[in-house]
C-alpha cells in the first residue's frame, strides 16, 4: 500500500446523543469506520498488521461473585458492589491487548482509577433518575424504537433495529435491559434540555471569533489529485527468484508506458493492467498532501504538471506510472464552510459545562455515603509514569455524556469514610 496511515476505527456508542453511557452498548455496539485509504498493491501500511487490529473485539465480561454490599448510597439509594464489578469489568474489556501489555501494578493503576470514574457515573445516574421521577419525564416503547432506528440509520453502514437486536443477543446481551438503558439515556436528555435553555445558543459572532482564534484548525495543506498503474515487483510464488521478478516487472511496466505515452486511455490502460485496487476506478487515488504516500512517489506526484504522465516511478511496491489529473493548492476552509461545524462544537461545548454544572449543584444538595475504602479520596493515588492507554469510560462521548471528574488529587483517606460531595 502506498499510504502511510491507514483508515483509523472508532467505537460508536448506539445512545447517539443521549446523556447516559451505556456501558452495555459501548461492549456491544457496532463500529463506524472511517474510509480505508485506497490499497495500492501490498494491503499493509506502515504500521503492518490488519486495518483495525489495534481494537480489539469485546471480550467476554468477567466478574468475581460479589455480595449486594453496599459501596455507595445516594439520597438512600444503593450503588452494590457487584453493579459496580459488572460496569467495570464492561469498561475493562474495551482495552483489549493493550491493557495486557502494560506491566502489572500500572494495569492495576488503570483499573482502579476506571473503577472511580465508573462509579462517579453511578452516582450521577442515581441523581438524575431521582430527577427524572420528579419531573414526570415518561419515554414509551415506540420512543425508544423510533430514537434506535434514527440511531442506526446513522451508522455506516447503516443498521436496523432488528441487526442491533441480533448483534446483541448473539455476543450474549440481553436487547430488553439495552432498551432499557436507551430509554434511561433519552430520559436524562429530556431532562437535561431543560436545563439548556438558552444557555446553549450560539450566535455567528461567536462561531467568528473562534474561527479567527483557530487559523490552524481551518488550515487546507495543499494537494494533488493522481492516477497510477502499478506493476507489482514483489514475487508471488516464494521459490522464485525476486531479482528475475523484478526484472519481468520492469519490463512489463516500461510497455505499459509506452502506450500510454503514444496516446493510450490512462483509465482503460489502468483497468486492465494496474495490480492495485485502484485499478477498478481506472487507477484514480483521489487528492492527497504530503505524507500520506511514501515519499518517492509522493516526490513525483507533487513535482508534475497537471496532466503530464511520469517516467516510471520505483518503491518498495513496485513500479509506478503517475498521472496528476488536478492541483489545490494551500488555503483554508471558507468561514461560511466551517461556521454550522463551529457552532455545533460551541454548542456542545456549552451543553457539556451545563451539565456538569447541574449534575455538581445535585451532588452539593444530595447525602452520599461511601464504604470504607471507597470514594474520591481512597481512589487518590499518584499516577504512574509510563503513559497508560486511552481509557474509556463508562460515559459516552463528551459531546453529550454526564461529566467524568479528572483524578483527584493525592490525600489520605479520610476516617470514618464518609463523605458528601
Not at 356 to 366: C, V
Not at 402 to 418: M, R, S
Amino acid at each position: 500500500m502506498i499510504r502511510v496511515t491507514s483508515g483509523p476505527g472508532r467505537l460508536l456508542s448506539f445512545l447517539g446523543s443521549c446523556l447516559l453511557v451505556l456501558i452495555v452498548i459501548s461492549g456491544l455496539a457496532c463500529q463506524k469506520k472511517a474510509p480505508a485509504p485506497a490499497d495500492t498493491g501490498k494491503g499493509k501500511t506502515e504500521a503492518s498488521g490488519p486495518a483495525g487490529s489495534e481494537s480489539s473485539a469485546p471480550q467476554p465480561i468477567t466478574v468475581e461473585p460479589q455480595m449486594d454490599k453496599p459501596v455507595v448510597t445516594v439520597n438512600s439509594r444503593i450503588v452494590t458492589e457487584q453493579e459496580l464489578a459488572k460496569r467495570v469489568a464492561i469498561t475493562m474489556n474495551q482495552f483489549g491487548s493493550k491493557l495486557a501489555s502494560l506491566p502489572p501494578q500500572y494495569a492495576a493503576q488503570v483499573q482502579k482509577q476506571v473503577r472511580q470514574q465508573v462509579l462517579d457515573n453511578l452516582v450521577a445516574e442515581r441523581l438524575l433518575d431521582e430527577q427524572v421521577v420528579a419531573a414526570q419525564i415518561k419515554i414509551t416503547d415506540d420512543d425508544v424504537l423510533a430514537e434506535m432506528t434514527k440511531t442506526g440509520a446513522q451508522q455506516q453502514p447503516p443498521i436496523t433495529v432488528d441487526d442491533f437486536k441480533k448483534r446483541v443477543e448473539g455476543q450474549g446481551g440481553n436487547f430488553d435491559e439495552v432498551k432499557g438503558e436507551f430509554r434511561k439515556g433519552m430520559g436524562y436528555r429530556k431532562l437535561m434540555e431543560s436545563q439548556w435553555g438558552d444557555k446553549i445558543k450560539v450566535g455567528d459572532e461567536d462561531a467568528k471569533q473562534y474561527y479567527d482564534a483557530h487559523p490552524d484548525d481551518y488550515a487546507v495543506p495543499e494537494q494533488v489529485r493522481a492516477s497510477h498503474i502499478l506493476v507489482l515487483t514483489e514475487p508471488k510464488d516464494p521459490n522464485a527468484d525476486p531479482n528475475q521478478v523484478k526484472a519481468a516487472a520492469k519490463v512489463k511496466a516500461e510497455k505499459l508506458l509506452k502506450q500510454v505515452k503514444d496516446g493510450g486511455d490512462f483509465a482503460a490502460i489502468a483497468k486492465e493492467n494496474s495490480e492495485c485496487p485502484s485499478a477498478a476506478s481506472g487507477g484514480d487515488l483521489g487528492f492527497f498532501p504530503r505524507g500520506k504516500m511514501v515519499k518517492a512517489f509522493e516526490d513525483a506526484a507533487f513535482a508534475m504538471k497537471l496532466d503530464q504522465v511520469s517516467d516510471l516511478v520505483e518503491t518498495e511496491f513496485g513500479y509506478h506510472i503517475i498521472k496528476v489529473t488536478e492541483h489545490k493548492d494551500a488555503g483554508a476552509i471558507p468561514f461560511e464552510e466551517a461556521k454550522a461545524g463551529i457552532s455545533e462544537k460551541l454548542s456542545t461545548d456549552k451543553r457539556n459545562t451545563t451539565t456538569r454544572q447541574y449534575i455538581q449543584s445535585l451532588k452539593d444538595k444530595a447525602a452520599i455515603v461511601y464504604a470504607a475504602g471507597e470514594g474520591p479520596a481512597a481512589a487518590a493515588a499518584p499516577a504512574p509514569k509510563p503513559a497508560a492507554p486511552s481509557q474509556p469510560t463508562a460515559t459516552s462521548p463528551a459531546t453529550t455524556a454526564p461529566a467524568t471528574q479528572p483524578a483527584p488529587t493525592p490525600a489520605p483517606a479520610p476516617e470514618p469514610n464518609t463523605t458528601k460531595q
